[in-house]
C-alpha cells in the first residue's frame, strides 16, 4: 500500500537563545579575557583612544571609533557568527589590521554581567548625518529556552548634531563574580601589541586637520582606584635616559634627563645659526637592563616587546609623520651604520663641540661613550618640525621631496641629522657617565662590605677563647693586611690594568725562558759529567756534585712541567685524558720541598678515572694550586707527627670531583667566607721557596672552574684533616660534543 504524504516542505534550523550562554562560557573564561576582545573591538573600530572604568556594580567601556549605524548595529552586532571582519581584513579609516574575530565580543559581555546597555554614535552615510544608538539586553531573558530568533532587543536612534564625537560606549553591570575583582596588570599586558606611543610624545602644538588619514595611534587608559591611568604614558615613563630639544629663533637647547628627574643631568645652550626654523623633540631610552620597567603596569616581556614595536625616532611636520624617518629598516640618524662599524668617534658637531674625546678616553671601551650609542629599537621619539611651504619655489628650509618621501636632502636638512643625532649621542654621554658613577659606588659599597666583614672577624678571633694570643695576633694582622690590599687595589684600577699587562709580559717572558733553560739543560748535564770524573779523582769534589746533580734535576722538572703546561693551553681538549699523571706530574713538582719538610703527599686517584673536557694546563694549574696551598698551610702547622696532604678525583653521575685535604693550620670559621675573595690571603710573609701569596690563587681557581660550568668551594675535611677544598666539574660524553 502506498503511503499518504501528509506534508511537504523546508524547515529552517531554530536555535535556542540558551546558546548564547553555552558559547560565552566556552569562547570566554576569564574576566580579563573578556575585557581584552572589548578593547580589540573599540582598536578595530578606529579608536584613537579606550577608557576601561569599574563604577559601583559596573564596568564601562568607553571608545572614540566610528561607532555603529543602526545597519551596522543589525547586521554586524546581532547577528551571530557575522563574517564581517573576515571579509575585512583592515579597517577603514586608518587600515588597521583586524584583531578581533567572529563575533567573539558579544560573548565576552555576556561572561562579564547580566545586564548591558549600548550606546553608539555613528556619522550614517545613508541618512547623511550623524545618530546615535541606544539598546538594552538583560541576557537572563535568552537563557529562558526561546528561540533566539524570537528574542527581540529594544533600541531607541535618534538624531545628534554633527559635532557630537563618535564612538561606543558599553556599560556592563550586575556583574558576575569573577568580573568584580579584574586582574588589571593581566588586561594591560594583554592590551599592549596595539597601544601605540609616539602621539603622546607629541607637543600638540600642530594638530592634524581631520582630513589627516595617518593612524595617529590608539591609547589605552583604565580607571582604578581613583588612579587614571593612560597606559602609553606610564610605559612611556619608564625610560631610563630622555633627551629633550627645543630650537626657536638663534637658540638651541638640548637636555638630557635622567628617570622621571625634573633636573636635566647634562645639557647645552648654544647660539645657533638655525636654517630649519621651530624644532621640537622628545626622545626616550629603554634598554635591555634589569630594573628598566621595574614597576610597571604591565610585564616586563610585553613592555619591551612594545618598545621594540614603536620603536624610532620619527618626524612630523605640522602634526603629519613624514616617511620614512624612523620607520623600520630606516637608519636616517645612522645609528645602526655606526654600531656595525663600532664607531667610536662622535658624527655631530654638538657633541664635537661640548664632549670632545681625547684619544685615550677614545681607545678606552671604559670611557669612550660613542660605544655606549643607543640604538634605534631602544629610542621612541617624536620630532617635530614646520616645513617651508614656499610658492617661490625656494629649496631653502625644509622642503617635501618631489615624492612625497622625506626631506630634499639640503643644508636644513643636514642641520636636523646632525641636531637629533647630537641629542642621541649626548644620551649615550650620561649613559657612560652613570655607569661610571655607578662602578664607583658599587666599588665604595664592596669597600664598606669588605670593612664590615673584616671587623666582624675580627671581633670573633679577638673574643675565640680556643685561640692563643700569639695566633690571634697572626691572624687579625693578616685580614688586616688584606682588607688594606683590597682598598689599595679598589682605588687604582688603572694600576690592576697595568698589573695583568705586566703578567702577560711575564707570560711570554716564562715561555721563552722555558725554552731556554730546555736547551741549558744539555750542557749542564756536560758539566755535570765532568764534575762527577773530577770528584773520582778528588773526593772533596763529591758534596758539590751531588749538590749540582740535584739542582740540574729540579730545573728539568720545572722545565718538563711548563712545557706541559704550555702545550695545554693550547686549546681544549676532544678526548678525556686520565687524571692520575696528572696529579703525579703536579707532585713531583714539589716533590723535594715536601720531602724536605716531612710532609707525606697521598695520591687517591684509581687509573680509569678521567678528566672533564677541560684544557689539560688549566687542570694542572688548579691541582698546582690547590697543593702548594696546602704546603704552606703544613708547613705553618706545629704539629710535626702529623703532616699529610691527601689528593683525590673521582667521577659520580654527571659531575668529576678534586679534592684536596690537608693537616695544616686550617682556616678560622670567621675567614672561611673570604678566602675566594681576590687579593685574600692567609700566607704570612716569610722565607719560604713557595714565597708569599698574592692572594689570586683561590680567586683564579674558582673562575677557572666557573669558566667551563664548574665550581670551587671549602667542604668538610675527612677524618684526620683540617682542610679540604673541592672543585667540581660537568663531565661531557664524546657524544655531547
Known amino acids: ?344 668617534h662622535p658624527q655631530s658637531g654638538i657633541t664635537r663641540q661640548h664632549f670632545s674625546m681625547t684619544k685615550e678616553v677614545q681607545g678606552s671601551p671604559k670611557t669612550n661613550w660613542m660605544l655606549r650609542l643607543p640604538q634605534s629599537a631602544q629610542l621612541i621619539g617624536a620630532v617635530e618640525v614646520r616645513g617651508r611651504r614656499s610658492r617661490t619655489g625656494s629649496q631653502t628650509g625644509l622642503v617635501a621631496a618631489a615624492d612625497r618621501e622625506g626631506f630634499v636632502s639640503n643644508d636644513a636638512y643636514t642641520q636636523l641629522v646632525d641636531i637629533i643625532r647630537g641629542a642621541v649621542e649626548m644620551i649615550a654621554v650620561a649613559d657612560r657617565q652613570l655607569q661610571q658613577e655607578e662602578d664607583a659606588a658599587k666599588a665604595q659599597r664592596l669597600i664598606e662590605e669588605g670593612r664590615q666583614k673584616t671587623a666582624a672577624a675580627i671581633d670573633e678571633i679577638e673574643g675565640d677563647p680556643g685561640l692563643s694570643p700569639p695566633q690571634k695576633h697572626r691572624i687579625i694582622a693578616m685580614l688586616s693586611e688584606s682588607q688594606e690590599r683590597v682598598e689599595r687595589q ?53 758534596p758539590r756534585a751531588k749538590s749540582f746533580a740535584s739542582h740540574i734535576a729540579k730545573i728539568e722538572a720545572f722545565v718538563s712541567y711548563s712545557e706541559l703546561y704550555i702545550r695545554g693551553a693550547r686549546g681544549t681538549p676532544t678526548k678525556p685524558y686520565p687524571v692520575r699523571p696528572r696529579l703525579t706530574q703536579v707532585t713531583k713538582l714539589f716533590a723535594q720541598y715536601a720531602k724536605d719538610r716531612k710532609i707525606d703527599i697521598e695520591i687517591g686517584v684509581e687509573p680509569d678515572v678521567m678528566a672533564p673536557l677541560v684544557p689539560v694546563s688549566l687542570y694542572n694549574g688548579i691541582a698546582q694550586n690547590l697543593l702548594t696551598n696546602a704546603l704552606k698551610a703544613v708547613t705553618t702547622s706545629t704539629d710535626q707527627d702529623n703532616r699529610t696532604i691527601a689528593m683525590r678525583a673521582w667521577n659520580e653521575g654527571d659531575r668529576h670531583y678534586l679534592q684536596v685535604s690537608d693537616t695544616g693550620i686550617g682556616i678560622p670559621a670567621p675567614v672561611r667566607n673570604l678566602i675566594f675573595d681576590p687579593l685574600f690571603t692567609t700566607t704570612e710573609s716569610r722565607a719560604d721557596p713557595l714565597g708569599s701569596g698574592m692572594g689570586l690563587g683561590l680567586a683564579l681557581v674558582r673562575r677557572g672552574a666557573a669558566a667551563f660550568g664548574g665550581a670551587a668551594q671549602l667542604t668538610d675535611p675527612p677524618p684526620g684533616f683540617t682542610t679540604c677544598v673541592e672543585v667540581q666539574f660537568p663531565l661531557l660524553v664524546e657524544d655531547d660534543l
Open 490 to 542: 679598589e682605588a687604582g684600577s688603572k694600576e690592576r690594568e697595568q698589573q695583568l699587562e705586566v703578567m702577560s709580559l711575564l707570560g711570554v717572558i716564562g715561555g721563552f725562558m722555558t725554552h731556554e733553560f730546555g736547551t741549558a739543560i744539555a750542557e749542564l748535564k756536560d758539566a755535570e759529567k765532568e764534575l762527577w770524573a773530577l770528584a773520582a779523582e778528588i773526593p772533596s769534589f763529591e
Open 1 to 344: 500500500m502506498k503511503a499518504d504524504v501528509l506534508e511537504r516542505g523546508d524547515l529552517p534550523f531554530s536555535i535556542e537563545s540558551r546558546i548564547l550562554r553555552e558559547l560565552g562560557e566556552r569562547l570566554v573564561r576569564q574576566p580579563e579575557v573578556a575585557l581584552l576582545e572589548l578593547i580589540k573591538n573599540a582598536y578595530d573600530a578606529d579608536a584613537t583612544r579606550c577608557t576601561i572604568e569599574v563604577e559601583g556594580d559596573a564596568i564601562i567601556v568607553e571608545d572614540t571609533g566610528h561607532g555603529m549605524t543602526r545597519d551596522t548595529f543589525a547586521n554586524a552586532w546581532m547577528r551571530i557568527g557575522t563574517s564581517s571582519k573576515e571579509r575585512n581584513a583592515r579597517s577603514p579609516l586608518f587600515g588597521r589590521e583586524i584583531t578581533g574575530e567572529k563575533g567573539i565580543g558579544r560573548f565576552a559581555v555576556r561572561f562579564l554581567g547580566l545586564v548591558l546597555q549600548l550606546d553608539s554614535v555613528a556619522y550614517d552615510a545613508k541618512r547623511k548625518h550623524k545618530t546615535r544608538l541606544v539598546a538594552d539586553f538583560e541576557w537572563e531573558k535568552f537563557d529562558e529556552g526561546e528561540d533566539l530568533g524570537k528574542i527581540e532587543v529594544p533600541y531607541v536612534l535618534t538624531r545628534v548634531s554633527d559635532e557630537t564625537p563618535t564612538g561606543t560606549t558599553l556599560r556592563v553591570s550586575s556583574l558576575r563574580d569573577g568580573a568584580k575583582s579584574l586582574d588589571w596588570k593581566k588586561i594591560r599586558t594583554g592590551s599592549v601589541g596595539v597601544v601605540s606611543a609616539v602621539r603622546s610624545l607629541l607637543s600638540g602644538d600642530d594638530e592634524a586637520d581631520s582630513s589627516n588619514k595617518a593612524d595617529p595611534g590608539f591609547l589605552l587608559q583604565s580607571k582604578q582606584d581613583d588612579e587614571d591611568i593612560d597606559l602609553s604614558n606610564a610605559l612611556l615613563a619608564k625610560y631610563v635616559l630622555r633627551a629633550s630639544v627645543v630650537m626657536k629663533g638663534k637658540r638651541l637647547k638640548i637636555q638630557v634627563f635622567r628617570g622621571n628627574e625634573k633636573k636635566p643631568y647634562i645639557a647645552i645652550n648654544d647660539a645657533y645659526e638655525n636654517l630649519i626654523g621651530t624644532l621640537k623633540a622628545d626622545i626616550r631610552f629603554f634598554p635591555r637592563r634589569p630594573g628598566t620597567f621595574a614597576g610597571a603596569p604591565v610585564d616586563g616581556r610585553a613592555a619591551y616587546s612594545w618598545v621594540r614595536e614603536n620603536s624610532g625616532v620619527k618626524v612630523f611636520d605640522r602634526g603629519f609623520q613624514v616617511q620614512p624617518y624612523g620607520e623600520e629598516g630606516d637608519d636616517w640618524l645612522f645609528l645602526v651604520r655606526d654600531a656595525a662599524r663600532n664607531e667610536r
